[in-house]
């Protein structure tokens, strides 16, 4: 069965859905042009508090870890099997771009920059019957920290956490999808 995960318009303050999507859908509205003109004007502004605010009030978003009535861990109908883990401010984006779609323990689902342009968003599987979600944000923490030489966004670890929808033409999204 795909999984499925709720999508919330802007603003972040706007803890309910909208509808349950797929990976497929987020892909679609990723390299659509929907946040396109969003994106640019977020990359122009220079000061970091205006970039966190447009961010906050003009990008739609998801919770890839899973399906909520309302956001927050109370909210939460089921979990999807995803985890996305994020990537900030790094030195070269395509270099850890093209690293993650070889990784050989991860299978990524769907992959994309993030609104700013420095960044990346890696959406992988997880078995919740190993072990539960904060577990296996864990185990990958450590994994891209030793693997990849950097540590991935520790807020990752709410299962309700919110990833805004930039615009990527070249996301990445599994050819099974």
């Known amino acids: 069965m795909e999984s499925s995960f709720s999508f919330f ?5 706007n803890l309910y859905p909208e509808a349950d999507w797929t990976l497929a859908d987020a ?3 990723i390299t659509g042009p929907e946040a396109q003109e969003t994106t640019w004007a977020l990359r122009a502004l220079s000061d970091k508090s205006r970039r966190r605010a ?3 009030a003009r990008f739609d978003y998801v ?3 899973g399906r909520f009535t309302k956001r927050g861990q109370q909210g939460l109908i089921a979990h999807s099997g995803l985890l996305c883990i994020d990537f900030d401010h790094l ?7 093209q690293r ?11 992959l994309f920059r993030s609104p700013s342009g420095d960044g990346l968003k890696w959406v992988v599987p997880i078995d919740l019957e190993e072990a539960p979600h904060e577990q296996w944000f864990d185990s990958i923490y450590w994994y891209c920290r030793k693997t990849y030489g950097m540590a991935p966004d520790d807020q ?11 615009h990527d033409p070249n996301a990445f999204l599994h050819p099974d999808l």
């Not at 318009?9 to 303050?13: C, D, K, N, T, V």
């Not at 993650?100 to 769907?110: A, G, K, M, V």
């Open 27 to 29: 892909w679609r509205y």
């Open 91 to 97: 030195t070269d984006v395509e270099e850890l771009f």
């Open 54 to 56: 447009f961010k906050s």
């Open 9 to 13: 318009r802007a603003p972040i303050l």
């Open 156 to 166: 990752c670890k709410d299962v309700a956490r919110a990833c805004f929808l930039p």
């Open 100 to 110: 993650l779609l070889q990784d050989e323990y991860f299978d990524t689902q769907l």
């Open 63 to 65: 919770t890839f870890s």
